[in-house]
């Protein structure tokens, strides 16, 4: 059963950058399509980021260029660089595997942006 973990969330001040990690369990890591969502109070979960196993990133358009997806295959690590945080970044950030079968999620992490 593959498994992902979330770190990285805490508060921070608008303007600012916080880097999130997930690092996945197994050996497949390579072939996994990562993405990172989020739920702020009240909302519904949104994708805001996601990599495919080649490299191929796509963002929702709020966080176009102010997040950045990267992944390290070496180390199982899929990372969300987010810079210029807004107040409306505020949310718990879900980390995502997809690979045929399977779609597992992390427990999440939260971030709270203040203004």
């Known amino acids: 059963q593959v498994q992902v973990v979330e770190s990285g969330g805490g508060l921070v001040q608008a303007g600012r950058s916080l880097t999130l990690s997930c690092v996945a369990s197994?050996?497949?890591?390579?072939?996994?399509?990562m993405g990172w969502y989020r739920q702020a109070p009240g909302k519904q979960r949104e994708l805001v980021a996601s990599?495919?196993?080649?490299?191929?990133?796509d963002y929702t358009g709020s966080v176009k260029g102010r997040f950045t997806i990267s992944r390290d295959n070496a180390k199982n690590t899929v990372y969300l660089q987010m810079d210029s945080l807004k107040p409306e970044d505020t949310a718990v950030y879900y980390c995502?595997?997809?690979?045929?079968?399977?779609?597992?999620w992390g427990q999440g992490t939260r971030v709270i942006v203040s203004s």
């Open positions: 197994g050996q497949l890591f390579t072939f996994y399509t």
């Open positions: 990599i495919t196993n080649r490299g191929n990133t």
């Open positions: 995502n595997a997809k690979s045929g079968p399977l779609d597992t």
